[in-house]
């Protein structure tokens, strides 16, 4: 097991009373369960403890109840008073945390950054004395290090919450860095969730008939590149709109095409705007596919990756495509297939 040496960021939690945990904006399931378990850890431990997200939290985290618990700074909240330390989970790009990261700034003495990410080269530097490891295969992981460290029993409560962390992230144990330290963990943690399988569905069966009739659509639209070895997919958000869902509905369609055999890497356009495009990459392990995002000043992990792209459609694609072929080694210029 990677046991991660979170020592550091220990003391300074035992140091201070006022704790407020957060997470990137469009937050997921690895950023909120990994702050929403620390969260009822540090309660227990009796500290002034205060869990936001940046914007809404996308429906189908509602079985980890974050309504009772978490408040969401583009909607109606409570002040941010002043606080000692603020946690920012599953991200150390803190233009992944405007607006609120300016109020942090305001109000809180000390922000560090929790997460598993690669620094960016051109982003950024995250705080000095954040925790960044880019073995953990989940936030939640480091989460659940912090609370032994801590030395603060689990819970069902923090249970379901890193349970949720890891089995998101790692997408029921399909990415987990070659190590035992996920499954270890989520061996110890079913001694208090009783219904994993609950949270499978939750955080996995979640099609509505829209969203099929959605998939069906955009699926239809794909395009693919050098043998087979790329894909490429463009949603607009009217596709969203039209099937009545909500953007964290075309988070998944990018993993969904990785299924497909002779793929090697995936390249999934959102609509944002006219002429704005979020891109996610995908790779499966072959190439990296981070130079690629942060070519476009994006971010991510090494085989999963994104950015905000500015231009024609078209000739974004080229520029993707081209460069992902140029790593697979695939003679340039794309050459459809
Ligand atoms: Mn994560």
Not at 26 to 32: A, I, K, S, T
Not at 51 to 59: A, L, N
Not at 137 to 151: D, H, N, Q, R, V
């Amino acid at each position: 097991m990677n046991t991660l040496n979170v020592e550091r960021l220990v003391r300074k939690i035992q140091a201070v009373k006022s704790v407020l945990l957060t997470t990137h904006k469009q937050c997921d399931g690895d950023g909120l369960g990994a702050m929403l378990g620390l969260y009822h850890a540090l309660r227990k431990n009796g500290h002034d403890v205060r869990v936001m997200t940046v914007d809404d939290v996308p429906s189908k985290y509602t079985f980890l109840e974050p309504d009772k618990v978490l408040e969401v700074f583009t909607g109606p909240h409570r002040p941010i008073a002043p606080t000692e330390l603020a946690l920012i989970f599953d991200t150390n790009d803190r233009r992944m945390v405007d607006p609120l990261y300016a109020e942090l700034e305001k109000h809180c003495r000390e922000i560090l950054f929790v997460d598993h990410h690669p620094v960016l080269n051109q982003g950024p530097e995250p705080t000095p004395g954040s925790f960044i490891d880019t073995r953990a295969a989940s936030t939640g992981e480091i989460s659940y290090f912090l609370i032994k460290g801590l030395g603060i029993r689990l819970d069902e409560n923090i249970a379901r919450a890193l349970y949720t962390s890891i089995a998101f992230d790692t997408q029921l144990f399909r990415y987990v860095k070659s190590s035992p330290t996920s499954h270890l963990i989520c061996a110890e943690l079913l001694e208090y969730e009783r219904n994993p399988e609950e949270i499978h569905q939750c955080l996995f069966s979640t099609h509505t008939i829209g969203k099929v009739a959605f998939l069906s659509k955009v699926l239809s639209q794909i395009e693919f590149f050098g043998n087979g070895s790329v894909a490429v997919l463009k949603l607009r958000s009217q596709d969203l709109d039209d099937h009545d869902l909500e953007m964290d509905d075309s988070r998944d369609v990018i993993d969904m095409i990785m299924n497909i055999n002779s793929l090697q890497a995936a390249a999934l356009f959102r609509e944002e705007a006219p002429n704005t495009y979020k891109l996610s990459l995908r790779s499966k392990g072959k190439i990296e596919i981070l130079g690629v995002a942060e070519s476009f000043q994006g971010g991510g992990h090494l085989f999963a990756a994104g950015a905000l792209l500015h231009g024609k459609y078209q000739d974004l694609k080229l520029q993707v495509v081209n460069q992902l072929l140029h790593r697979l080694d695939v003679p340039f210029p794309a050459n459809k297939k």
